[in-house]
């Protein structure tokens, strides 16, 4: 089990937030203003690293990624947290991690926002190999057209950053199937501008999800905008998720 780095933010019934590849919980959380917006509505919060990133444990080893193997460090920090069944919010690669969440352990989680999806797994439609050589510095390695393209350009600029790790991370996530299921309620939310999410109309249907479509938003800008927090934190409060 790895050890993550795990911020705690004061409030009542904290919500999980899972981050996705390349990030951390602060960056993906606290900078666009969710861990704010769930302070006005009463509610905490609990930001991890998923393993790999940030302030966690980072093994250069594929076999230490899968969804299961971060859903099981997820569920080792509700238990260290005292919490025994929460709602959770997931974004990009964080929505796999917590669609996984609810395969291994339905019973904690009460209900869930996926964010950032569709039904392809990035890193095998790109190529492992051309992701990994980009995040080691040959962007000539990676399709252009690539959504990740974008992404692993800025990666390497970033300080701190443990590329091996997350070339490790690639692999490792590649290796297994989308968990593309949910047993609990569960809402999509996509910028309709996103190509990771191009077939999120798909994916919900899979899901049995409601979906929200967040005008002009890609994956960077859908997971400020304040349509996803408007749609997610009503559902997360047991209202009817909008049409």
Known sequence: ????????????????????????????????????ALAEAGRGAIVPDLRGHGGSDAPHDPAAYSPDLLAQDLLAVLDAQGVDRVDVIGYSMGSWVSLALVGLAPHRVRRLVVGGVGTVEQFGRWGVAPVQAALRGEPAALDPTSPLAPLLASIRQAPGIDREALAA???????????????????????????????????????????????????????????????????????????
């Open 169 to 243: 991370c690639a692999a490792g996530m590649a290796e297994h199937p989308l968990p593309l299921a949910s047993t609990v309620p569960t809402l999509l939310v996509a910028g309709d501008a996103d190509p990771v999410a191009e077939d999120a109309a798909d994916a919900a249907r899979l899901l049995g999800a409601r979906l929200v479509l967040l005008p002009k938003r890609n994956h960077v800008t859908a997971l400020s905008a304040r349509g996803f927090k408007a749609a997610a934190l009503p559902f997360l409060a047991g209202e009817a998720a909008p049409t």
């Open 1 to 36: 089990m790895a050890q993550l780095h795990v911020d705690r933010h004061p409030g009542a019934d904290p919500v999980l937030l899972v981050h996705g590849f390349a990030s951390t919980g602060a960056l993906t959380w606290e900078a666009t203003g969710w861990v704010a």
